[in-house]
């Protein structure tokens, strides 16, 4: 028996010591490129980590058996405690998603960034598709002229499939981006989160686009929404295409996560359908969309002297002509379709996350404090025997820091595993951003969050532990 107890003591202070070590971790990994330096910095960390358990193992041990032993003490009290912590982990994680997420697509990259080409003055964007091969050769005219290494043309055509407007709901209603299939894995964001076999499906779905321009794939939880599923053939009646409306086959849904509520359409069939079809059912008269169905032009540059460059091609290329363009890198362009949102954003960043930590803080200290009060004869006895007041504050904060850390820690692997794996993502749509995958960095929020929180709450008990009085507690006992 005191064998197993060996192991499961030594079992625990390891994986504490992992936990800690884990932490910063997976907060610098990912801005580490090289593999053997990552793979070193591993074996670095768990050396230090296991050192450390072997070199104080004596105090180490006695401090886990205390702590546990007082946790366990209330059982309820402790669970009821972990489980309001693990809520509100869960709300603060699923928060600092989304914030985390949309701060990455507005910061500036000085590599490997986009550019977004879209008219000057004008909300929404409605260029000539004319403009496409040009844009999407930067605007160069010059030998010697910087281009990009990859474009791609957006047409947006949104419609519903109940012909009557009245009746037009989120059920019925369906918008689509209308492209080159081929350029959905090689330009669209997000395509790392795909695994490879979705990854080897999308290309064969582009591969039948390209050869039936009436075929389409679209989000799972869209045909959810929609009452289809693959295999259907669909007539769309447009909104912002008048008198164009389209008859599809669905051959595909785009899985679980940022595209699940978009739909991909081949561009060539609504051009077709605007420069062509429409003029011959309608004794040759224009479409008025046939000047301005180009909505946005993506390019791939390889880093910001590149950008510059094209840039002022772009505007240079297009600044006598009606509409002229504008060229701004992508981070900026989503930037200024999220204004909309700015009140909404700050709000979650600047009121609602700080009132969650609090509470947090706030039911860590409640419960660490009605233990103090009910064990102020066990402190007591603590000092009689030698032990000091900094010491009995250190086993009080232990107390909530580990109850918050392993609270923080099961909370937010709970949350990646059920959200990434299970839900596709939080199902929060905002601009063209319909979910926001749980990131790699929150497996480090948590125990971050419920860590840093239970310290706070927890200073007014410990200082309250350390200052109590042997003479008084034992007065009031006799």
């Given at each position: 028996?005191?064998?197993?107890?060996?192991?499961?003591?030594?079992?625990?202070?390891?994986?504490?010591?992992?936990?800690?070590?884990a932490?910063p971790l997976?907060?610098?990994?990912?801005?580490?490129?090289?593999?053997?330096?990552?793979?070193?910095?591993?074996?670095?960390?768990?050396?230090?980590?296991?050192?450390?358990?072997?070199?104080?193992?004596?105090?180490?041990?006695?401090?886990?058996?205390f702590?546990?032993?007082?946790?366990?003490?209330?059982?309820?009290?402790?669970s009821l405690?972990?489980?309001a912590?693990?809520?509100?982990?869960?709300?603060?994680?699923?928060?600092?998603?989304?914030?985390?997420?949309?701060?990455?697509?507005?910061?500036?990259?000085?590599?490997?960034?986009?550019?977004?080409v879209?008219?000057?003055?004008?909300?929404?964007?409605?260029?000539?598709?004319?403009?496409?091969?040009?844009?999407?050769?930067?605007?160069?005219?010059?030998?010697?002229?910087?281009?990009?290494?990859?474009?791609?043309?957006?047409?947006?055509?949104?419609?519903?499939?109940?012909?009557?407007?009245?009746?037009?709901?989120?059920?019925?209603?369906?918008?689509?981006?209308?492209?080159?299939?081929?350029?959905?894995?090689?330009?669209?964001?997000?395509?790392?989160?795909?695994?490879?076999?979705?990854?080897?499906?999308?290309?064969?779905?582009?591969?039948?686009?390209?050869?039936?321009?009436?075929?389409?794939?679209i989000?799972?939880?869209?045909?959810?929404?929609?009452?289809?599923q693959?295999?259907?053939?669909?007539?769309?009646?447009?909104?912002?295409?008048?008198?164009?409306?389209?008859?599809?086959?669905?051959?595909?849904?785009?899985?679980?996560?940022?595209?699940?509520?978009?739909?991909?359409?081949?561009?060539?069939?609504?051009?077709?359908?605007?420069?062509e079809?429409?003029?011959?059912?309608?004794?040759g008269?224009?479409?008025?969309?046939?000047?301005?169905?180009?909505?946005?032009?993506?390019?791939?540059?390889?880093?910001?002297?590149?950008?510059?460059?094209?840039?002022?091609?772009?505007?240079?290329?297009?600044?006598?002509?009606?509409?002229?363009?504008?060229?701004?890198?992508?981070?900026?362009g989503?930037?200024?379709?999220?204004?909309?949102?700015?009140?909404?954003?700050?709000?979650?960043?600047?009121?609602?996350?700080?009132?969650?930590?609090?509470?947090?803080?706030?039911?860590?200290?409640?419960?660490?404090?009605?233990?103090?009060?009910?064990r102020?004869t066990?402190?007591?006895?603590?000092?009689?025997?030698?032990?000091?007041?900094?010491?009995?504050?250190?086993?009080?904060?232990g107390?909530?820091?580990?109850l918050?850390?392993l609270?923080?820690?099961?909370?937010?692997?709970?949350?990646?595993?059920?959200?990434?794996?299970?839900?596709?993502?939080?199902?929060?749509?905002i601009?063209?951003?319909?979910?926001?995958?749980?990131?790699?960095?929150?497996?480090?929020?948590?125990?971050?969050?419920?860590?840093?929180t239970?310290?706070?709450?927890?200073?007014?008990?410990?200082?309250?532990?350390?200052?109590?009085?042997?003479?008084e507690v034992?007065?009031?006992?006799?």
């Amino acid at each position: 028996m005191d064998i197993v107890k060996s192991l499961l003591m030594w079992t625990f202070a390891l994986c504490l010591a992992g936990a800690a070590v884990a932490v910063p971790l997976i907060m610098g990994l990912p801005y580490v490129d090289d593999l053997f330096t990552r793979l070193l910095i591993i074996g670095v960390a768990v050396a230090v980590a296991v050192l450390l358990v072997v070199a104080f193992h004596q105090a180490l041990f006695f401090h886990i058996r205390f702590v546990l032993k007082s946790l366990l003490r209330n059982l309820l009290r402790s669970s009821l405690t972990a489980a309001a912590t693990m809520l509100l982990v869960f709300v603060v994680t699923c928060v600092w998603t989304v914030l985390w997420f949309l701060h990455a697509v507005t910061s500036e990259k000085s590599k490997d960034l986009k550019a977004i080409v879209t008219e000057k003055w004008q909300i929404p964007s409605q260029m000539p598709f004319s403009y496409g091969n040009t844009l999407a050769d930067g605007g160069a005219r010059q030998p010697g002229d910087a281009k990009p290494q990859d474009s791609m043309n957006w047409q947006f055509y949104g419609g519903s499939l109940i012909q009557d407007a009245a009746q037009r709901n989120r059920e019925n209603i369906v918008f689509f981006f209308g492209m080159d299939p081929k350029k959905f894995l090689t330009m669209m964001d997000g395509i790392d989160e795909f695994t490879q076999s979705e990854i080897d499906q999308i290309k064969k779905y582009a591969d039948e686009m390209v050869k039936d321009k009436r075929k389409v794939v679209i989000g799972v939880e869209r045909l959810k929404a929609l009452h289809k599923q693959v295999g259907d053939k669909i007539k769309v009646y447009s909104f912002n295409y008048k008198d164009v409306d389209l008859e599809f086959e669905i051959i595909g849904a785009l899985p679980k996560g940022r595209y699940a509520l978009s739909a991909v359409m081949n561009c060539q069939y609504l051009n077709d359908a605007v420069n062509e079809d429409y003029p011959r059912t309608h004794s040759g008269k224009k479409h008025e969309m046939a000047e301005k169905s180009l909505n946005l032009v993506w390019l791939r540059v390889p880093d910001t002297k590149t950008y510059e460059k094209v840039a002022g091609q772009v505007e240079t290329a297009f600044a006598n002509s009606t509409p002229s363009v504008k060229c701004e890198t992508a981070s900026s362009g989503v930037a200024s379709f999220l204004d909309a949102y700015r009140d909404l954003l700050w709000g979650m960043e600047w009121i609602f996350s700080p009132i969650a930590l609090v509470s947090m803080a706030v039911v860590i200290a409640t419960a660490i404090s009605i233990s103090v009060r009910e064990r102020r004869t066990e402190m007591a006895i603590l000092k009689v025997l030698g032990f000091g007041p900094w010491r009995i504050m250190t086993l009080v904060l232990g107390e909530a820091l580990l109850l918050g850390a392993l609270s923080g820690m099961i909370s937010v692997g709970l949350t990646y595993l059920i959200v990434n794996v299970y839900i596709g993502g939080i199902p929060f749509p905002i601009a063209f951003f319909p979910a926001f995958r749980i990131p790699i960095y929150a497996l480090a929020w948590g125990p971050m969050i419920g860590a840093g929180t239970a310290l706070v709450g927890s200073i007014v008990p410990a200082l309250s532990a350390r200052a109590v009085k042997v003479s008084e507690v034992f007065s009031k006992v006799a």
